[in-house]
């Protein structure tokens, strides 16, 4: 999709949405040109540091969450 139909299917959702959506949007929109992120490379040290038992609980709480809210 070329970047002008894009834009303008941007603009033509986010006219339909409430004053609050707006909002939402415009922070979602705000943090996603600022968020630069992290190579992997650098991430790595962090590997194996979450203990078995609270990956067991996040799993847990990710799969009983996962659909919700929609």
Do not use: W
């Amino acid at each position: 999709m070329a970047n002008v139909a894009i834009d303008g299917e941007i603009r033509a959702q986010v006219g339909r949405l409430s004053l609050e959506q707006k909002s939402k949007v415009l922070f979602f929109a705000q943090s996603l040109s600022k968020s630069k992120g992290q190579a992997g490379k650098e991430l790595i040290r962090f590997g194996g540091t979450i203990n078995p038992e609270d990956l067991g609980t996040m799993t847990e709480v990710i799969r009983e969450g996962c659909g919700q809210g929609r």
